[in-house]
C-alpha cells in the first residue's frame, strides 16, 4: 500500500515504448510483459522455449501490443545471447526499456559443494545481465533510456538455502549500483531501476519452497506492474511486496537476533 501510495506511474507514458523484456515465457517476466502490452508498448520478448513465448505473445497482441517480436536464447551461452540487443533494436527501431529478468534454475537446498554449478549461475544470473546492458547501453543513452534489474530480498540480505543464487544476486547489486555513480558522473541520461522482489507466487518459486518455509508469497501479477511502474518513473531501488523495505532498512540491526529469526523460520532439523 505504502508502495502505490506514493506510485505516480502513468501508463500512457509507456505507448509506444519500445521494450526488451528477457525471461517472459512465464512467472513476473511473462507479467511485466502483459502490463508493457496493455500500456500500447512495442515489444520483443525473449526466452530459452519458443512455444512457450508464443503463448504469452498472442496475450499481449489480444491485450493491445503494438507489436510483439520473439528471440529464442540461451542466457547461458555468451555467443546466443551476443545478437539479442542488436536483433531487438533492429525490430523496434530503438530501445527504450531493458528489463533483465531471466534466471538459471537452481534448488532450494543447503550448498553441496557444486563449484560448477555456481559457476554457470552466475553465467546466467550475473555475466549475461552485465553482457546486455553493455550492448543496450549506447542505443539508451540516445533515448534517454533505462535499464530495470529484477533482483531480490536475497541479494540484499543472505538467507539460508540461497548460498549460489544469493550470490548472483548480491553481485547485481554491486555492479549495478555502481555502474549508476558511473553514469550520472558522465552524464550519461540512462537511469537504473532495481527491483528488490520478496517471495512472489511463481510455480517455480512455490515448487522450490515447499515443506522448507512458511511464508506469505505475493501475486506475480502485482509484483509485474510494480516493477514495471518503478522503471517508467526511474526510481534507484524499487522494494516489493511491503515488507521487503523495512528489512533492507533494519538488516544490520541486531545481527544475533535477526540470524536466529531467519534460522527459526526455515522448516529444517539437523
Same mark, same amino acid.
Given at each position: 500500500?505504502?508502495?502505490?501510495?506514493?506510485?505516480?506511474?502513468?501508463?500512457?507514458?509507456?505507448?509506444?515504448?519500445?521494450?526488451?523484456?528477457?525471461?517472459?515465457?512465464? +512467472?513476473?517476466?511473462?507479467?511485466?510483459?502483459?502490463?508493457?502490452?496493455?500500456?500500447?508498448?512495442?515489444?520483443?520478448?525473449?526466452?530459452?522455449?519458443?512455444?512457450?513465448?508464443?503463448?504469452?505473445?498472442?496475450?499481449?497482441?489480444?491485450?493491445?501490443?503494438?507489436?510483439?517480436?520473439?528471440?529464442?536464447?540461451?542466457?547461458?551461452?555468451?555467443?546466443?545471447?551476443?545478437?539479442?540487443?542488436?536483433?531487438?533494436?533492429?525490430?523496434?527501431? +530503438?530501445?527504450?526499456?531493458?528489463?533483465?529478468?531471466?534466471?538459471?534454475?537452481?534448488?532450494?537446498?543447503?550448498?553441496?559443494?557444486?563449484?560448477?554449478?555456481?559457476?554457470?549461475?552466475?553465467?546466467?544470473?550475473?555475466?549475461?545481465?552485465?553482457?546486455?546492458?553493455?550492448?543496450?547501453?549506447?542505443?539508451?543513452?540516445?533515448?534517454?533510456?533505462?535499464?530495470?534489474?529484477?533482483?531480490?530480498?536475497?541479494?540484499?540480505?543472505?538467507?539460508?538455502?540461497?548460498?549460489?543464487?544469493?550470490?548472483?544476486?548480491?553481485?547485481?547489486?554491486?555492479?549495478?549500483?555502481?555502474?549508476?555513480?558511473?553514469?550520472?558522473?558522465?552524464?550519461?541520461?540512462?537511469?537504473?531501476?532495481?527491483?528488490?522482489?520478496?517471495?512472489?507466487?511463481?510455480?517455480?518459486?512455490?515448487?522450490?519452497?515447499?515443506?522448507?518455509?512458511?511464508?506469505?508469497?505475493?501475486?506475480?501479477?502485482?509484483?509485474?506492474?510494480?516493477?514495471?511502474?518503478?522503471?517508467?518513473?526511474?526510481?534507484?531501488?524499487?522494494?516489493?511486496?511491503?515488507?521487503?523495505?523495512?528489512?533492507?532498512?533494519?538488516?544490520?540491526?541486531?545481527?544475533?537476533?535477526?540470524?536466529?529469526?531467519?534460522?527459526?523460520?526455515?522448516?529444517?532439523?539437523?
Amino acid at each position: 500500500m505504502g508502495f502505490l501510495y506514493r506510485d505516480t506511474f502513468d501508463p500512457a507514458s509507456l505507448a509506444n515504448a519500445r521494450v526488451l523484456v528477457t525471461g517472459a515465457s512465464t +512467472g513476473i517476466g511473462a507479467e511485466m510483459a502483459y502490463h508493457y502490452a496493455k500500456a500500447g508498448a512495442h515489444l520483443v520478448l525473449t526466452a530459452r522455449r519458443e512455444n512457450v513465448l508464443s503463448g504469452v505473445r498472442s496475450k499481449c497482441l489480444e491485450l493491445g501490443a503494438k507489436s510483439v517480436s520473439l528471440l529464442v536464447a540461451d542466457m547461458g551461452s555468451s555467443a546466443a545471447r551476443e545478437p539479442v540487443v542488436e536483433k531487438a533494436i533492429a525490430e523496434m527501431g +530503438g530501445l527504450d526499456y531493458l528489463v533483465l529478468n531471466h534466471i538459471g534454475s537452481t534448488p532450494f537446498q543447503m550448498w553441496n559443494g557444486d563449484v560448477n554449478h555456481t559457476r554457470w549461475l552466475m553465467e546466467v544470473n550475473f555475466l549475461s545481465y552485465i553482457h546486455l546492458a553493455t550492448k543496450a547501453l549506447s542505443h539508451l543513452a540516445k533515448s534517454r533510456g533505462s535499464i530495470i534489474v529484477l533482483s531480490s530480498l536475497t541479494g540484499k540480505i543472505a538467507t539460508p538455502f540461497t548460498t549460489s543464487y544469493g550470490a548472483s544476486k548480491f553481485a547485481l547489486d554491486g555492479f549495478f549500483s555502481s555502474l549508476r555513480h558511473e553514469l550520472a558522473m558522465r552524464r550519461i541520461p540512462v537511469s537504473i531501476t532495481l527491483c528488490i522482489l520478496g517471495l512472489i507466487d511463481t510455480q517455480s518459486a512455490m515448487e522450490k519452497i515447499r515443506d522448507k518455509i512458511a511464508m506469505h508469497a505475493y501475486p506475480a501479477h502485482d509484483a509485474g506492474l510494480a516493477v514495471v511502474s518503478a522503471g517508467a518513473s526511474r526510481v534507484e531501488e524499487m522494494y516489493y511486496p511491503w515488507y521487503v523495505r523495512p528489512l533492507c532498512f533494519i538488516r544490520d540491526w541486531f545481527p544475533q537476533s535477526r540470524a536466529w529469526l531467519i534460522q527459526k523460520s526455515y522448516q529444517y532439523k539437523a
